[in-house]
């Protein structure tokens, strides 16, 4: 049999639509499940995608530490005590702790109000330092970021959400220039921030965050000294998990904190958030594949069984070939092309059918907001050839048992059988 032989083809198709119903049911097995298994590797790798957009920009390494009130008494100092973080914590974890990398102290201030005009909306306020921008990128869609100028001049200036822009500035793109009031201080916005809502975000919503200096922050929120958070990386090599335990000593150590009390440093890891969430989409990406394979190979063992019965049911059929000629390999040949069309056919609708679904999908989610713009639900083209090779050689498997069983037909047996 050649690829291009029309009597082979017109045989093999004469003998899938003798049944046409037993034929569409056994090749539903193999259509339901390459369509899964398309479907929830495409909505998987979208999941990814957005989940990584939506924690883009953040440092994978990054941890923080706020003051809390002491669990414990400790060195005439009674428990219940609260203490603050200071620029002299930070000088310090520097010279101790090597692993750090990137250190530095923000603020926040919940609650407040910005106005523009007549037009105003809640915000939060965060006094930071350029380097916090390293550790929380805030992802510039226009303007520029907050620099050491801004700080060492005290600036009144701020990067502002984007829900900010949309609430005092409705139906304006760039704001840039313009001059906003948050309690009682004017802000001149130099940078518009494209983070979204999702992901983390330390400072409140960042899509109602205004940043301005630090400095600014403290002499006009703030008592001048001390932080709300401490933010910090560690170097490569090195495990958030690890090194916060050593800064967490060394801030005991300097407000006079009794080394066991777990209470007075709140820490959060959010490298450990990473990690979870990766492993949590590497489970969701086996329980993809355990799935679709699962079906696909369910749907494969219908197809052995349906064409055993075929076989069986031209057992006269094969005899008569077998007597005028027809050798072995002719015949499970036939059979094996038999297996490998239906479940080509199946499989390929399959695939091109998750694929149409996969791209309705994929256009709706991109229109719902710029933060999924970046989300791909749809599977490459490689994938999509290696799942057409992985139906090929499934129809081959599904068809070998059954084209064994036809080639050992004898023309004398088949004889019989039809007595």
Request: net charge neutral; glycine share 10%.
């Amino acid at each position: 049999m050649t690829v291009f032989d029309r009597d082979a083809w017109n045989e093999i198709l004469d003998a899938l639509t003798k049944n046409k119903l037993r034929s569409l049911l056994t090749a539903f097995g193999i259509f339901w499940g390459m369509q899964m298994l398309v479907l929830l590797m495409g909505g998987g790798q979208g999941m990814q995608t957005m989940m990584a957009q939506l924690f883009a920009g953040f440092a994978q390494n990054a941890g923080f530490m706020a003051a809390n009130t002491t669990s414990k008494a400790y060195h005439g100092f009674r428990e219940g005590r609260a203490w603050s973080l200071t620029q002299k914590d930070v000088e310090l974890v520097k010279a101790s702790v090597p692993q750090v990398d990137i250190i530095c102290g923000t603020n926040n201030y919940y609650g407040s109000l910005a106005t523009h005009d007549s037009k105003k909306t809640s915000c939060t306020v965060s006094g930071i330092l350029p380097e916090y921008q390293e550790i929380s990128d805030p992802r510039m869609r226009l303007g520029r970021r907050l620099n050491e100028v801004d700080v060492r001049q005290q600036r009144k200036v701020c990067v502002v959400g984007k829900r900010i822009v949309d609430e005092l500035f409705p139906g304006r793109e760039d704001v840039l220039g313009e001059v906003i009031v948050v309690s009682g201080i004017p802000l001149t916005i130099v940078g518009q921030s494209g983070r979204s809502g999702n992901g983390i975000n330390m400072g409140g919503n960042a899509l109602s965050a205004i940043e301005i200096p630090l400095s600014t922050y403290q002499r006009t929120f703030g008592d001048g000294k001390s932080f709300e958070l401490l933010a910090y990386t560690v170097k490569k090599g090195y495990q958030v998990s690890d090194v916060q335990k050593e800064i967490a000593s060394v801030l005991k150590r300097s407000h006079d904190i009794h080394p066991d009390d777990e209470q007075a440093v709140f820490m959060v890891n959010t490298e450990a958030m990473f990690t979870m969430m990766n492993n949590s989409m590497q489970a969701i990406s086996m329980l993809v594949w355990m799935i679709g394979l699962g079906t696909i190979l369910s749907g494969a063992i219908g197809v052995s069984n349906i064409m055993m019965i075929t076989v069986r049911e031209r057992t006269t059929e094969i005899g008569i070939r077998r007597a005028i000629g027809a050798t072995p390999r002719a015949i499970m040949r036939q059979i094996l092309s038999e297996s490998m069309v239906l479940t080509l056919m199946a499989g390929m609708s399959g695939i091109c059918i998750s694929v149409i679904i996969l791209t309705a999908v994929d256009t709706v989610v991109r229109s719902m907001g710029q933060e999924y713009a970046g989300a791909d639900f749809l599977i490459d083209f490689w994938t999509a050839v290696g799942s057409a090779l992985c139906i090929a050689v499934l129809g081959l498997a599904a068809g070998l048992v059954p084209a064994l069983h036809a080639m050992r037909i004898r023309p004398v047996e088949a004889m019989r059988s039809d007595e």
